[in-house]
């Protein structure tokens, strides 16, 4: 409780709250999912179609496996995707945002040139190209295509804030007691932003989350384990729609909607809190 309690008292504002919380839900529905469910996971053992009842609270599919069991195991996977996935965007745009913001010059015009090239080729259409050369597409190798393929946007919001920083007195002062260009990157600029940082990850992993989806439900996805977004493309694929179906599709759908918003609120509620503090300390 130590840390929920300290993460609790750093987030700001009553958005950052609100997004916490939810966030929270789907961390221990993810940790403890197994717990959780009422039916082990893809346990075909009912009458397909049944529509919510005290039994089956999201009913049946057409395989007759519980629906809200699949969506309890499915958390799991959405959530580890949209997280590690964001890291590794956060790692790269962060270094990439950092490095051409401060050396400026031919480098950074490079890296910038780099990141506008790969912008041009839409990020979903870059995904499902990398894809396919694959010979399976596991949990691992769908968050390594979403992480590599996701840092364009973070690097160029790290290289803008950058940009300011490295006029401010503090970088200038640690040049002239000869500190590295690589110490007073990562150890002058990157805390003085890391608020923005932050609020860049929250973003890129709800962008995680919705590209897992959507690489699922194009069929791209890793055909073994259970996402939001296989749920939805399993309900697509056996025309859910053309039997009423509404509980295969609504739940899943709603619950990568709520997942992302509450990252977006978490990221709204840290620029908040960093535009306040810096507006003070303009004062």
């Known amino acids: 409780m130590g840390i929920i309690g300290r993460a609790w008292n750093w987030?700001?504002?009553?958005?950052?709250?609100?997004?916490?919380?939810i966030i929270l839900f789907f961390t221990i529905?993810?940790?403890f999912g197994h717990w959780i469910a009422p039916y082990p996971i893809?346990?075909?053992?009912?009458?397909?179609?049944?529509?919510?009842?005290?039994?089956h609270w999201l009913g049946t599919d057409s395989y007759g496996q519980d629906v809200l069991s699949q969506m309890?195991?499915?958390?799991?996977?959405?959530?580890?995707?949209?997280?590690?996935?964001?890291?590794i965007t956060t790692v790269i745009g962060v270094v990439v945002g950092l490095v051409s913001g401060y050396k400026g010059g031919w480098i950074g015009e490079s890296l910038m040139?780099?990141?506008?090239?790969?912008?041009?080729?839409?990020t979903l259409a870059l995904m499902i190209i990398l894809a396919s050369f694959l010979p399976s597409m596991g949990i691992t190798a769908t968050i390594l295509i979403i992480g590599?393929?996701?840092?364009?946007?973070?690097?160029?919001?790290?290289?803008?804030?950058?940009?300011?920083?490295r006029e401010s007195g503090y970088v200038e002062a640690a040049r002239m007691v000869g500190m590295s260009d690589l110490e007073i990157m990562f150890r002058e600029i990157?805390?003085?932003?890391?608020?923005?940082?932050?609020?860049?990850?929250?973003?890129?992993?709800?962008?995680?989350?919705?590209?897992?989806?959507?690489?699922?439900?194009?069929?791209?996805?890793?055909?073994t384990s259970v996402s939001w977004g296989t749920?939805?493309?399993?309900?697509?694929?056996?025309?859910?729609?053309?039997?009423?179906?509404?509980?295969?599709?609504?739940?899943?759908?709603?619950?990568?909607a709520l997942f992302c918003f509450g990252f977006i609120l978490i990221g709204n509620g840290i620029l908040e809190k960093y535009r306040e503090n810096r507006g003070n300390a303009a004062l």
């Open 113 to 122: 040139r780099l990141v506008d090239l790969f912008l041009i080729i839409p």
């Open 72 to 87: 309890i195991y499915g958390t799991r996977t959405s959530f580890l995707v949209g997280i590690f996935a964001g890291l």
């Open 231 to 256: 749920i939805l493309s399993l309900a697509n694929a056996n025309n859910a729609v053309l039997f009423n179906a509404w509980w295969w599709i609504i739940p899943p759908g709603l619950a990568i």
């Open 29 to 31: 529905i993810a940790i």
């Open 148 to 165: 590599l393929v996701s840092w364009l946007y973070m690097a160029r919001s790290i290289r803008s804030q950058t940009l300011s920083e």
């Open 190 to 223: 990157m805390p003085n932003i890391i608020p923005v940082i932050l609020a860049n990850q929250v973003l890129v992993t709800t962008q995680a989350v919705l590209a897992e989806a959507g690489l699922s439900f194009l069929g791209l996805g890793d055909p």
């Open 11 to 21: 987030l700001p504002g009553l958005k950052g709250k609100i997004g916490f919380l």
């Open 42 to 55: 893809n346990y075909i053992g009912f009458e397909s179609w049944l529509p919510p009842s005290k039994e």
